[in-house]
Every structure is written in structure tokens, then in C-alpha cells.
């Protein structure tokens, strides 16, 4: 093998032989080397693997002279394409002796396979995956702040979590690298099962079976089923992590052949290790590992739980509980997930803003809401609530069942968002909720609207909840009711407050219109 094959990230006859495809440049296969992997041609670098993707509005093909340009080393290219535009691509090819062109009957798949081969080439590194309906995300970076007091980690970034998102995501691995941990999500039927056998997981945590993406699945049977993928290739050295509270769990631990373990509230301590001390409400959950103190500072009983699953497996994998306890106090939740701020308003009140704007489905809204209700504060509480989207035909009846939660519960003030929660909005009012009102639109003039009737009602001490999917963006609110340049602006972390900068919440565009 050449030096230049040495550096790249897959050599020449490594990704011929993965992604069946056919090189047509006719360049030396010495000088092929890739060092990154990109979809989005604004993200191309020297030496990148260029792979266009077709979507519902976008055709990726488009942009391979763009790549090229910016220094790509090769692309993937459909059959179907290049048999079109063979010419262009011919003159393309032109243009450098070192950019290589490789035929593929789909780019998608391409990827996908391209990031299998490459996975292999780890077979010492430990697989784990993260899925469920909610909690996922959070569930991943506490699990990555845990193993990374043992191990050297690395991890998906974000939401990268998908039919691309985990491909790409799997091409950060180096030989240093003795754990990978990955996000697993969907926005179709077999996305599981798809990018499951891209990263053939060793272990695998579903956080809960919820009804997140019941629209294009039709039923939380039909979830279970698709989640369930994320076991395929657990083998007999390896572990699934079941909730042992959710209804499907009996469903979930069939068929698998390695170990079944159980996590939840429910699970006794001698099994567990386990035991649970007190909820500290909006400073989060006290409890013991293995008899050793820990102090969950993300608040909600869920992210306790999200936590179990965590500490289950880490024991699993042989930490200790001051490793567990570092991590876990060390963990803070991605922006958008539960972020407490202590904010000075325009009005000069001190309130406590939970932001829980980057999702919502109908698990975590109802948990969200529940861990509001439980809250004792001096002042009032005051949410605003916008719509879960993904829902299908299900949308409705979700949030209905949300306005009536949200009547129950009778905060004091609710601001209900978006089409959908006109239905949550009438739900509450037939249960005589009366301390809310309606906004149809999500555009800027209807955040400016929101943002007038929560300075109207806010005072000392209150509390104000930002819930729903990201495509409503409710975090554009803020800046509309802090005080611009406010002194007074920190963020809650583990119990502590830490000055935060009014930059975290850059105003963001407007998606505009109706849903």
C-alpha cells in the first residue's frame, strides 16, 4: 500500500469492493486518498469524498462542479445520472488528473456501505447505539460524558442520527478510539434497520417506545418493531437496555442474543445498584450508585430515567461509580433541552426561563408538563406550547390529550401555538381552562405577539416554559422578552448559576406562515 493509500480513510480497492461501483476516471488508484466524507457541498475541503444525494426538492448531482472546485478528491455519482450527462462529467474529469468518479446504483446506499466497510476496519472498538422516541440525544451525551472518564470516546455530533447523519457521523472514528457512541433516529419505516447494519452496534439502549413519528409508521407496534433493529447484530458478549416501565419491553427483549438488561425506577436496587434519594425539582434528581452520592442537575424525573439507562450500562462495561458519578455531574444537556436561564426582562422582573424548544412528541410534552406541575415556586407559571409535529393522523388526539394535561395540571398562564395545538387550546377550554390563548402563525409578528402577553403577565420569580418541535422555533421569543445586554442573565448548571452570553440565543429566521 502506498503512502498516499495509508492516509486515506478507505484505500481505492476498499471502496470499489464496498459500494459495488465502477471508477471511471482512469486515474492511477495510488493517488486516490479522501480524508472526510460530505453530503453538502459548502462543507467540501481538500481531499473530501463528495456524495450528492437526491432529495424531495434538491438534486445533489448539481453541485459536483462546486465540489470539485473547492478541492474534492472524488464523488459518487448515480448511474442513472452520468449516463445523462456523460459529457459534462467527461470535461469535469478534465480538469484534474487527481479526482476520481465512481459509478454507484444510488448514492444514499453508496454511503451507507462506504461507512460499513469502514466501520470494520475497527474491530476492536466497543458499538453502542442510542434510539427510542424521546430522550435519545440527551441519553447519548450522558452516556458520552460517563465513558469518556474511562475511555476515549467518540460520538455522533448533534442530530446526526439518520440514514446520512449516522454514516457520516461513524467516519469520525481513528485507531485511537475505543468506544463509539451513536444516535439513532427515523423519519421513515426501515431507517433502523438500514443504518443498524451500517454501524452493527455491540450494544444498544432504546430509551422508550412513544408515539414520535407515528405518522409515518401508523402505530407504537409498528415503532417497536423498527426500534427493535437497533439489536440486530448484538451478539452473546453484548447487551440490549430495555425500559423495564414501557409497555413493549416483553416485545423489545425477543430474539435477542445477548444480554437483556433492564433499566427504569422499577428495577430494584440490588439489580440496579440504584437507589433513588430525592427529586430536587428544577436543580434535578439525588441519588446513589453502588452507594456512592450523584447529583443529576438536568431536571425531570424522565432525564432520571434517561440516566438509569446510563448507569446500566456503564456498569455493564466495567466503570466504576466515581466514574459514574463524575460523568453524570459533569453532564450538561444539549441546547434546547431542558437549559434553565435566570433572565432579567424588559420589565425588569427576574424570571426562570426552561427551554425545551429543540423537540417535542407526546412523551416528553406530557413529561415536561408534568415536571412544571410539580415544581413549587413563589411565582406563576406560565408555558408556551406549540405544535408536535410528525404526528400523521394521530395529530389531533395527542394534543388534545395535551390541553387536557394542561388543564389538570392548571398553570397559570398558556400560550398554545401553531395549527395543531388549536386542538390542545380547545381541549383545555371545554375542561373550563381559561387562562390562555390561541396563535395561529409562527412567523416573527406572531413571536413579537407572544412575547407582548408574557411581558404583560411576567413578575418576580416566575417561571416560563418554551415546549414544542424545532420547525416552530420558539426560541426566537427570548430576545423579544430579556433585557438587551442584561447583567443579569445566567444559566443554571448542576445547582450553580454561570454567566451565560445573550448569544446563545441569536435570533433565528422565521419558518413562517401556517404549518
Not at 459534462?88 to 451507507?112: G, H, M, P, S, W
Not at 381541549?427 to 408574557?454: P, Q, S
Amino acid at each position: 500500500m502506498s503512502p498516499t493509500e495509508k492516509k486515506s480513510l478507505l484505500s481505492f480497492s476498499e471502496l470499489v469492493s464496498a459500494v459495488k461501483g465502477t471508477e471511471i476516471s482512469g486515474n492511477p488508484p495510488e493517488l486516490f486518498s479522501f480524508i472526510n466524507v460530505c453530503t453538502d457541498s459548502r462543507a467540501v475541503s481538500a481531499s473530501s469524498l463528495f456524495v450528492p444525494l437526491i432529495g424531495k426538492e434538491k438534486d445533489g448531482h448539481a453541485y459536483v462542479p462546486e465540489a470539485l472546485e473547492k478541492g474534492a478528491s472524488a464523488v459518487f455519482l448515480n448511474r442513472s445520472e452520468y449516463e445523462k450527462n456523460a459529457d459534462a462529467y467527461k470535461k469535469l474529469l478534465e480538469k484534474r488528473t487527481n479526482f476520481f468518479i465512481f459509478l454507484v446504483d444510488d448514492t444514499l446506499r453508496a454511503l451507507q456501505m462506504a461507512a460499513a466497510r469502514y466501520v470494520e476496519k475497527f474491530p476492536n472498538l466497543i458499538k453502542i447505539c442510542v434510539t427510542g422516541s424521546s430522550g435519545k440525544s440527551t441519553t447519548k451525551e450522558m452516556l458520552v460524558s460517563v465513558l469518556s472518564q474511562k475511555y476515549d470516546v467518540v460520538y455522533s455530533k448533534g442530530n446526526f442520527n439518520s440514514e446520512t447523519g449516522l454514516p457520516l457521523s461513524v467516519f469520525d472514528i481513528r485507531e485511537n478510539h475505543e468506544v463509539g457512541v451513536f444516535e439513532m433516529g427515523m423519519n421513515r419505516a426501515h431507517e433502523i434497520e438500514e443504518i443498524s447494519s451500517v454501524l452493527k452496534a455491540n450494544y444498544a439502549v432504546i430509551t422508550n417506545i412513544g408515539s414520535a413519528h407515528i405518522g409515518c409508521l401508523g402505530s407504537r407496534k409498528a415503532i417497536a418493531e423498527e426500534k427493535r433493529h437497533a439489536f440486530d447484530f448484538i451478539d452473546e458478549r453484548g447487551a440490549a437496555l430495555i425500559p423495564y416501565e414501557d409497555d413493549f419491553k416483553d416485545f423489545l427483549s425477543e430474539k435477542i442474543r445477548g444480554k437483556t438488561i433492564y433499566f427504569g425506577p422499577s428495577v430494584p436496587t440490588s439489580v440496579s445498584g440504584v437507589e433513588f434519594v430525592r427529586d430536587n425539582g428544577i436543580f434535578g434528581t439525588e441519588f446513589r450508585v453502588d452507594g456512592l452520592a450523584v447529583r443529576l442537575g438536568v431536571p425531570g424525573l424522565y432525564n432520571y430515567s434517561n440516566a438509569l439507562s446510563v448507569v446500566a450500562l456503564s456498569r455493564e462495561l466495567g466503570l466504576s461509580a466515581e466514574n459514574i458519578k463524575a460523568g453524570l455531574e459533569n453532564f450538561c444537556p444539549l441546547g434546547g433541552r431542558m437549559e434553565l436561564f435566570s433572565i432579567a426582562a424588559k420589565n425588569g422582573a427576574k424570571f426562570t426561563l426552561v427551554k425545551d424548544s429543540y423537540n417535542a412528541n407526546p412523551e416528553s410534552m406530557k413529561s415536561v408538563l408534568d415536571f412544571m406541575g410539580s415544581l413549587k415556586i413563589e411565582g406563576k407559571k406560565m408555558y408556551v406550547l406549540g405544535d408536535m409535529l410528525e404526528l400523521g393522523k394521530e395529530a389531533e388526539n395527542e394534543h388534545e390529550k395535551i390541553g387536557k394535561t394542561v388543564a389538570e395540571k392548571k398553570p397559570d398562564f398558556v400560550v398554545f401555538v401553531g395549527e395543531k395545538m388549536e386542538n390542545a387550546y380547545r381541549a383545555a377550554l371545554n375542561l373550563g381552562f381559561l387562562d390562555a390563548i390561541f396563535v395561529l402563525y409562527h412567523d416573527d409578528e406572531a413571536m413579537e405577539k407572544i412575547a407582548f402577553e408574557i411581558l404583560e403577565r411576567l413578575s418576580e420569580n416566575d417561571i416560563v416554559l418554551l415546549k414544542a418541535s424545532r420547525g416552530i422555533a420558539l426560541e426566537r421569543i427570548v430576545p423579544l422578552i430579556q433585557e438587551n445586554g442584561s447583567s443579569g442573565n445566567e444559566k443554571f448548571i448542576r445547582g450553580k448559576k454561570y454567566a451565560f452570553e445573550n448569544g446563545s440565543f441569536e435570533k433565528k429566521e422565521s419558518a413562517g406562515g401556517k404549518i
